[in-house]
Each structure stands twice: as structure tokens, then as C-alpha cells.
């Protein structure tokens, strides 16, 4: 039977799903299931654009330089080719967590497209507190590759597998930063509260059959 669910507002950013703790996972939280159906927010080139500004990776300028290329067939293969990316990094996280080895080709196309489309880095004087930090320039469409490689590399090298997994009700996949380390849903409002409402109404079912 399929469940009927509508995802709260709490949990999306610009009509985007931010529950993974880390950039990889929440790239993957962009095609979750709604009402038994797989929902591609990542719909157009546009969407694509808001979904990077949303994760705090383009400004508003940069994506305005971006989006009169939204016609063009760089456009249409990096649309294509991010999603194929996203899929393949699915199938690669999932097995990731439960122990598997990294599948070779991943890994070479990994460094493929941070060879292509690298980070840069800068240093930030401000005040007596230098910071360091990635930054990249989007150019054309394909530079958007450049946070999106380096992040899967990144959670793939420096990330503990036992703490990323899959929501337990549904497709979304997260990082467990909580201290315990026993998180298991997407989020509260999405899952875990279903979760308790099916467990209570179970309990109250059982009640209603002893009397
Ligand atoms: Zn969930």
C-alpha cells in the first residue's frame, strides 16, 4: 500500500531537502520519494542553479551569470551528467555504508572531474584570524562539477561509513553528528514523528483489543 506523506516545510531550503549534514548526501536527498513516487528536484538546469545557491555554493550574481546558458547543450549534458552522477554515488554510498569498497571506476571519474573542474583555495585576512578556504569559479555549466567532486571525494576519504546511512523509512541518506550516534531517520519531522505515530496507534490497537 502506498503511504501518502507530505514533507513539511521545516526540513526544505528554497524547495530543496537539507537533512544530510554533509553536501554529498544532500546532492543524493535531491531525488527523494513523495507519496510512493521518486520526485526529481533537480528538474531543469534552472533548478539545478537554485539547488548550488541553496547549498550556500553560488551567489545570486553568479548564478545570474549562469543562467542565460541554461538553453545551451553544455547546459543540457551537465544537467544529465549530474544526475547520473547522483545516481551512481547512490548506489556507491549505500554500499559504503554498509562496508564495501569504493568501485574503482568511481574513483577514477572522481579524480577525472577534480583534475577537470578543480577547487581553488584563498586565504581571507580578516582581522588577526587569517581563514583558509575552497572556493571555484563558475564559468560555464561543467564547473559545477568542481564542489560536487570535491565533497564525494571528501566524505568518501574523511568520513567515519558507520555514521552516514540511509533513513530507515525512506530513501534519503544523512550523517549522524549526533553524539550517541544512534540517529535513524532522514529527520524528525519527516520519518521519525510517522515512526511513532504508526508505533502509537499500534500500541493503542493493542489496548483496544485486551479490553
Ligand atoms: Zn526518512
Not at 545551451?72 to 545516481?87: G, H, I, K, Y
Not at 564542489?147 to 533513513?167: E, G, I, Y
Not at 550516534?181 to 524528525?188: A, F, L
Request: proline residues 5%; positive net charge.
Amino acid at each position: 500500500m502506498r503511504q501518502r506523506t507530505t514533507i513539511p516545510d521545516s526540513d526544505w531550503r528554497d524547495g530543496f531537502l537539507f537533512v544530510g549534514n554533509h553536501l554529498t548526501l544532500d546532492f543524493l536527498n535531491t531525488r527523494p520519494v513523495q507519496n510512493g513516487e521518486p520526485l526529481e528536484l533537480l528538474s531543469d538546469f534552472s533548478a539545478l542553479l537554485r539547488w548550488f545557491h541553496a547549498a550556500g555554493l553560488l551567489s545570486i550574481p553568479e548564478m545570474a551569470n549562469l543562467q542565460p546558458q541554461g538553453g545551451s547543450v553544455a547546459a543540457r549534458r551537465t544537467l544529465d551528467a549530474m544526475r547520473q552522477l547522483r545516481e551512481k554515488l547512490r548506489k556507491e554510498v549505500l554500499a559504503w555504508e554498509g562496508g564495501a569498497h569504493l568501485h574503482r571506476s568511481t574513483v577514477e571519474e572522481l579524480n577525472q572531474l577534480m583534475a577537470a573542474y578543480p577547487m581553488l583555495s584563498k586565504l581571507q585576512a580578516s582581522g588577526n584570524a587569517p581563514s583558509w578556504e575552497l572556493w571555484f569559479e563558475p564559468r560555464q555549466p561543467e564547473d559545477l562539477f568542481a564542489p560536487v567532486a570535491d565533497s564525494a571525494a571528501k566524505l568518501f576519504a574523511s568520513v567515519d561509513h558507520n555514521r552516514v546511512r540511509k533513513c530507515g523509512q525512506c530513501v534519503l541518506h544523512f550523517y549522524d553528528t549526533s553524539k550517541k550516534g544512534t540517529r535513524r531517520w532522514c529527520s524528525m519531522q519527516l520519518c521519525g514523528n510517522r515512526l511513532k505515530v504508526a508505533a502509537y496507534a499500534a500500541r493503542q490497537r493493542l489496548h483496544a483489543n485486551k479490553e
